[in-house]
């Protein structure tokens, strides 16, 4: 299995931008889709930005237009850009890998803290 390692969390004043890192132990080439999800204090888990094996996006309305997510396959590492950052975004963030079929998995990293202060 994939094991998923997320980093670039950290403090940031609102407005400010933020990339984050989930780098995969082994090729993403074939993993169907991989997420970005965040969980703030007290609140569900929530899709941030998911990108599919053939570069298909879709994002959260509340972050469209600021975040943008991407894949380097060459590299195994699934990126966040997250500009104009604001208080409310912040929260943990998961890196989060599934592939459907046969030997069908969802795998979840760590998480990294994201703060943005007023």
């Known amino acids: 299995q994939v094991q998923l390692v997320e980093s670039g969390g950290g403090l940031v004043q609102a407005g400010g931008s933020l990339r984050l890192s989930c780098a995969a132990s082994r090729s993403i080439f074939s993993i169907h889709f991989m997420g970005w999800y965040r969980q703030a204090p007290g609140k569900e888990r929530e899709l941030v930005a998911g990108?599919?094996?053939?570069?298909?996006?879709n994002y959260a309305s509340s972050v469209k237009g600021r975040f943008t997510i991407s894949r380097d396959n060459a590299k195994n590492t699934v990126y966040l850009q997250m500009n104009s950052l604001k208080p409310e975004d912040t929260a943990v963030y998961y890196c989060?890998?599934?592939?459907?079929?046969?030997?069908?998995?969802?795998?979840w990293g760590q998480g990294t803290q994201v703060t943005v202060s007023s």
């Open positions: 990108i599919s094996h053939g570069g298909n996006t």
């Open positions: 989060n890998a599934k592939t459907y079929g046969v030997g069908a998995y969802d795998l």
